[in-house]
Each structure stands twice: as structure tokens, then as C-alpha cells.
């Protein structure tokens, strides 16, 4: 049962108690039957609306018919929200369930969601999980050894696995072949199997005419002993034989590779309040510590059921219709304007307990992660409309020292002569889940500040590295190392903006990946941006017919990685947009961001799922290892051919589109992506492995940022 897919949350929580009572009444008719049924925001929708209905469900959970699984809030995408996440998802759905049902669920059953991340087992298994129920990747898209096996994680970790074959559901004409085509699958040291029956999608559950017809196939069949039941049961049948199944060491993967570069609104808002959440806890926390403050742990826990909610499978791989996407884009945007105000909160409680006494205004930087942190900060200070340098301000720490700073463009665009907004970027240098005070005011000594990054109209250079751009296509042509003289980019330069032929339905089911070139964003206009001391940057805008494609490329002192800032306004459909990276390497290997960990994949242009970043190294001049890093606030697919790594940055076909019905049944289609969105890339190069440059910190402080809370001055 989709709570959200073809339908809104409102139609999903209807048919959850409509199945319900169904089941319920089938149980009745049947003493032989059992029910599975899992995800705790049915029961609680159930609780919530008919208490009577909810004691049934009691009774026939005492009664051992009724059998509760999966242990989460919904069946969640598993490849795509965080490892934090994740246990969340199952801490708020398995603490209901033991509270409310007094069952410790030890199936974990997530049947519909489209890709299980390699790291999973672990994340389970200390979840108090023992198995997995799955169904996706079909046979057809995922070879494994046989439908039970053990699945392992990169920590050892082990779940006994059950890939149901088929489907899920099955109609009633078709049962007994479901049946035999089950038991032939069946691993040969087993003498057990299980065959799901139903109607599923929008709920339904067992009807009268499955379960007569599997009773008569049973009566039937003397070569079977078929029996109503349920996992947990059947994976303590197999139990002795455990040990001798086949282990499968490796993620569960692909199906309906589309979904993860699909819809980038949900996307972003998701990424941000998976990372505003874990920022107001740690503020909070803080708050709670130092100041004596109480952590709003209600509050919190209510944001995380929201969000865990909108991890489900068809919302968070926007795989729904409009109407449902664009619901749950307004409570995920609630989510983290909640956890910004937390924050906020939390952060002002503590900056009104800390010495900010010092010239002029004062700004307390909070570092919400547990090491320090040494990066560029940008900040606003309230001058009351003058010019910073008309008042001759300055920038200090909360030791008197002079900090070196540069103007850069504000948010607004109020500046005039008369009135003035401005914004500074500086470096910071804050102590692990802490903060320091910064000062601002007129006529205060002025770091002296040589020029560290250099800037022309088609390269940007600092002493780290030196950027050449084409005049033409706008493309990265050289990015070379300046301490070695190692040229990250290969012939096919980087920062190339591929625009890609798509015409597969809103899951791409069936695709592998995307090769159907149809062109670049091309026609493009450079021009400088900041030339400051401290950073510089180029501008670049792109065509693709309707398309523009707005990049501000930046380069910092002393820094070893590029920001490309994007502002992509597309108008387009049944295309794929990519972002291309090629490197002089030979013998590439990739890797990406997943759950709580990294994991490898093969460099052969399959779309893969990823989370913060992924990375490909190989040999390069005389046979040095080297590589590229590429970091996003809010990109989840990518791929890597050879030597060329590609970001996903969008897909357009409809919505909840399946391209086994005809497309142009419709008068109008709603299609996805259409606009302007925003997000911003770091790219790393490296010497050596990726694990040399820090990326995972890296990876973590771009979608994490510093806090920043203004504060008066006093002791």
C-alpha cells in the first residue's frame, strides 16, 4: 500500500484503514490466515482515526495472526537519505511499534523501494534488524546466487536476505503458476520459500477469491504443503541452514535508475533538511549543556517523523504525481525553516551567555561539527546603510586581531550611493562544536592583505592551482597543479554541460543509462566576477536552445578546490542534463557517498545512485595516481565512463509517467524540472587516493554549513 504515488497522503491514509478493515474481516472468515503488514505511519493513522479498528489489530497481534515488519515510519528510499537518516526512519518506527503494538520487529521489509545501498546490513543490523524482504532489483536487473542468501556489509555485518520473485501481489488466475515458478527458484539445500499474495499499489490486501483459490491449490497439490504465514517465521525455518547459503558481499542495484536525478526541488529541500535537522540538534544540545537550556526534543522528533515520512520511495525519488511532489516539497521547506529556527534559537540562547563585548557589532560563528574547521565564511554585517569603506570599517576577532576580509556582491540589490548593504567573505578558525566572536566596526585596524588569486578574462590562478577556461564553449581546458605541474584535465575537458536524449518514462525502467548525445550548452559569455585578495571568479553563460545555464566559477586563496555556483534555468523535456568531467588517466576506479559509508562501482557509464560526492582516480603521467573529487549540495545520480566522471543535474519527462501506457493519451502533461534551480559544486582534484583530500569532511561542511548569529554587544 502506497501511502503517496498516483494519489496525495489523503487518498493513501484512507485506503490504509479501508485495507485494514478488510483484513481484519478476512482473518475473521478464515482461521488458517495470517496478515503482514508493516510501516508504523499506518498504525498510527489507524490509532488516530478508529481506536476500534486498532484493537482489532491488538487482538489479532496477540492472537500471532497479525504480524508486523519493515519496523520504519514508511518503506523509504534506501539508497538516498543519509545513514543518520536511516536510523531515524527506524528508531521513530520501531519505538512506536514496540510501544504501541509491543512488537520488536526483526524483519526489516522494504519490498517496494527501488535500490538497497551496500552498507545497509550494517545499518540493520544495529538496528536490531536479522532479515531483509526485498523484491527490487528483479532477477532480470541483479544476478544473485539464489533468492535466500546472506547479505553482507563492508563491516561483516549479516542479514539473511529474501528476494521475493515475481511481484509482491498476484492475481488470483495466476496463483498456482506463481506458485511452482516460486518453489523452482528455490535454493536446493531448502526445503521452504515464500510466495506474497494480495492486491497491492493502492492497498486491497488478500480477497476472498486468492485465498479460496490458494486453499483448493493446496488441497490439490500433494507434491506442496502450502500454508498461510509470514517472514519471520519462515526465515526461523531456515535457520540451520543459514550457514550454508551463499553470501552476497555488494549492494542491491539497479532499478529504476531515473528516479534519482528526478524532480531537483524535492532533491534540494530533502538535503537540506536531513542537514538543518542534525544542525538544530547539535545547537540545541549545546544549548542544553552550556546554557541549561532544554533541548526541544518534541519538536524534534515530530520534524523527523515529517521528514522520515517523505523519505518514502515514490516522494523521495519523486516518482508521484505533481500534486503529491508538490506537497511534499511544502512540508519538507516547513522542515527546515522549523530547524533553522531551532538553531537559531538554541544559538542566541548560548551567544546571550558569551563576553561579545568589543568594538561595535558583534557576530558569534557557530561550528556544529565535532573537529575544527578552517574555511572562507561569507557574512552580512549591518553598517546602517553606509559603505564599508566609507565609514573606513574593520573586521576583528575576539582577540583584537585584525581579520582579513573581502567585499564581495550582496544578497540585495539596494546599493546606491546613498544606501549601502555589504557583505564580506573572510576565513574563520572555530574549535569543535564551538564558536568564536567576530567584530565589526568603523575605523579598526585593517589586516594588510596582499593578492593571493589572480583573474583574466579565461583563467583564474592562485598558488595552489591555475584554471584555463575556453573562450568558446566556456569548458574548463586546464586545471594544473602548480607545486608538481600535473594537469588534472583530460581531452575532454571539464565542466562540460551535456544535454542528452530521454525519452524512457519517469523511472527510466528498463535503461542502464544514458549515451543518446544530442548536444552541449554552448555560446558562451565570460566575464569576471569578484578580483579580490582573497577570491576570484568568472562568470559564465550558456545556451542550450531555451535553456540558460548561469555558472560563476570560484577560486580561493590558498585553496586546492573550485566552486562552481549554478543557476540553470532549463525549459526543456524528455532530455537528461549532465555536468562532464575528463581526466588524462588510465585504469580509472570510482567511488561515491552512500549511507554511512563510500562504496566502488565500475566505471562503465551505468547511472548510479549517489549521495554528497563521487570520485574517479587512475594512473596519470608517470603512472601517478591522481583524481577528481566533485562534492554537490543536492545532486543524487551520476555516472562514470572511463575517464570521464558526469553529474547528473536534471531529467524531464512527466510526471508518474510509465512508458508502458502511451505517452500523448493526454491533453496536458505536467513536466518535471522545468525552471530555474540553483545548486553549488566543489570540485577537488587530488594526488592519490580520494581519501587524501579530506572529501568526506569536505563533502560534509559544504551541507553543513557554519552558523552565523548576530548579537549585540554586552559581558
Known amino acids: 500500500l502506497d501511502p503517496v504515488w498516483l494519489w496525495r497522503w489523503t487518498g493513501g491514509r484512507a485506503e490504509a484503514l479501508a485495507t485494514s478493515k478488510s483484513a481484519i474481516d478476512r482473518l475473521r472468515e478464515y482461521p488458517e490466515l495470517h496478515m503482514v503488514r508493516g510501516e508504523a505511519q499506518v498504525y498510527r493513522w489507524i490509532e488516530d482515526e478508529d481506536p476500534e479498528l486498532f484493537a482489532q489489530i491488538l487482538e489479532m497481534i496477540r492472537a500471532g495472526r497479525w504480524h508486523v515488519v519493515n519496523g520504519m515510519v514508511v518503506q523509504p528510499d534506501m539508497n538516498l537519505p543519509q545513514g543518520e537518516s536511516l536510523v531515524r526512519q527506524v528508531l521513530l518506527g520501531k519505538s512506536y511499534m514496540r510501544k504501541k503494538l509491543g512488537v520488536d520487529v526483526k524483519v526489516a521489509y522494504c519490498v517496494d523501494s527501488f535500490g538497497h545501498a551496500g552498507t545497509l546490513p550494517q545499518i540493520l543490523k544495529k538496528c536490531g534488524f536479522d532479515y531483509y524482504v ?37 492475481r488470483t488466475a495466476d496463483a498456482e503458476k506463481k506458485i511452482d515458478d516460486t518453489v523452482a527458484d528455490m535454493p536446493s539445500l531448502l526445503n521452504d520459500t515464500m510466495c506474497f499474495f494480495g492486491v497491492g499499489n493502492h492497498g486491497g490486501g488478500p480477497t476472498r477469491a486468492q485465498i ?88 524534534l522528533a515530530a520534524l523527523w517523523h515529517d521528514l522520515s515520512f517523505n523519505e518514502f520511495h515514490d516522494i523521495l525519488a519523486a516518482s508521484s504525481i505533481k500534486e503529491a511532489q508538490d506537497e511534499a516539497n511544502m512540508t519538507l521547506a516547513s522542515i527546515v525553516t522549523a530547524a533553522r529556527a531551532i538553531a537559531n534559537d538554541a544559538g542566541r540562547y548560548i551567544a546571550a551567555r558569551v563576553n561579545t563585548r ?64 555589504n557583505r564580506l567573505l573572510f576565513p574563520v578558525d572555530l574549535p569543535p562544536l564551538g564558536y568564536r566572536v567576530y567584530h565589526f566596526a568603523r575605523s579598526l585596524k585593517r589586516a594588510r592583505l596582499r593578492q593571493q588569486v589572480w583573474v583574466d578574462q579565461t583563467s583564474i590562478r592562485n598558488a595552489v592551482l591555475t584554471l584555463q577556461l575556453s573562450p568558446m564553449t566556456g569548458n574548463i581546458t586546464s586545471c594544473r597543479h602548480r607545486a608538481s605541474g600535473v594537469e588534472f584535465v583530460g581531452a575532454g575537458s571539464w565542466n562540460v554541460g551535456q544535454v542528452l536524449e530521454d525519452t524512457s518514462d519517469t523511472w527510466s525502467h528498463g535503461e542502464q543509462g544514458y549515451t543518446h548525445m544530442l548536444g552541449q550548452f554552448m555560446e558562451a559569455r565570460i566575464c569576471i566576477g569578484e578580483q579580490g585578495p582573497l577570491q576570484a571568479s568568472l562568470f559564465i553563460k550558456r545556451k542550450w536552445e531555451c535553456s540558460t545555464w548561469l555558472q560563476e566559477i570560484i577560486l580561493r586563496a590558498d585553496s586546492a578546490e573550485i566552486l562552481i555556483r549554478n543557476w540553470l534555468h532549463w525549459m526543456g523535456q524528455q532530455r537528461v542534463v549532465k555536468l562532464a568531467f575528463t581526466l588524462p588517466i588510465s585504469s580509472p576506479m570510482a567511488c561515491r557517498d552512500v549511507p554511512f559509508g563510500s562504496f566502488p562501482f565500475s566505471p562503465n557509464g551505468q547511472e548510479i545512485p549517489l549521495q554528497m560526492w563521487m570520485d574517479v582516480i587512475g594512473r596519470g603521467t608517470n603512472n601517478r595516481l591522481m583524481g577528481l573529487a566533485l562534492i554537490n549540495d543536492s545532486k543524487y545520480g551520476g555516472d562514470v565512463n572511463g575517464a570521464t566522471m558526469r553529474l547528473t543535474v536534471l531529467r524531464c519527462p512527466p510526471y508518474a509517467y510509465d512508458r508502458a501506457h502511451s ?22 582534484p587530488h594526488l592519490g587516493d580520494w581519501r587524501d583530500a579530506d572529501v568526506v569532511r569536505r563533502a560534509r561542511e559544504l551541507n553543513m554549513p557554519i552558523v552565523p548569529i548576530t548579537m549585540h554587544a554586552h559581558e
Open 212 to 299: 479460496d483459490n490458494i486453499m483448493d491449490i493446496a488441497r490439490r497439490r500433494d507434491d506442496l504443503k502450502i500454508i498461510f504465514s509470514h517472514p519471520q517465521a519462515y526465515f526461523e525455518q531456515i535457520a540451520t541452514s543459514a550457514a550454508k547459503l551463499p553470501v552476497v558481499a555488494d549492494e542491491l542495484q539497479m532499478h529504476a535508475i531515473g528516479c534519482y536525478s528526478l524532480n531537483s526541488t524535492t532533491k534540494k529541500l530533502f538535503r537540506q533538511a536531513e542537514c538543518s535537522l542534525l544542525i538544530a540538534e547539535r545547537i540545541a544540545c549545546l544549548a542544553e549543556i552550556w546554557a541549561g537550556k532544554p533541548v526541544p526534543r518534541p519538536r
Open 663 to 684: 505517452l500523448g493519451t493526454k491533453l496536458r502533461y505536467d513536466w518535471v524540472d522545468q525552471g530555474l534551480q540553483e545548486f553549488t559544486l566543489c570540485l577537488r
Open 134 to 170: 526485498f523484491m527490487r532489483p528483479g532477477a532480470h536487473e541483479k544476478n544473485l546466487p539464489a533468492q535466500a542468501f546472506r547479505w553482507r556489509g563492508p563491516d561483516g555485518s549479516e542479514l539473511l536476505a529474501f528476494r521475493i520473485p515475481l511481484a509482491y501481489t498476484t
Open 358 to 421: 568589543g568594538p561595535g557589532g558583534s557576530v558569534v560563528m557557530f561550528n556544529p561539527f565535532p573537529y575544527r574547521r578552517q574555511e572562507y565564511v561569507e557574512y552580512e554585517p549591518w553598517t546602517d546603510w553606509e559603505a564599508w569603506d566609507q565609514g573606513d570599517w574593520g573586521l576583528v576577532d575576539d582577540a583584537g586581531c585584525a581579520i582579513p576580509y573581502q567585499q564581495v556582491e550582496p544578497q540585495s540589490a539596494l546599493n546606491s550611493e546613498r544606501s549601502s548593504v
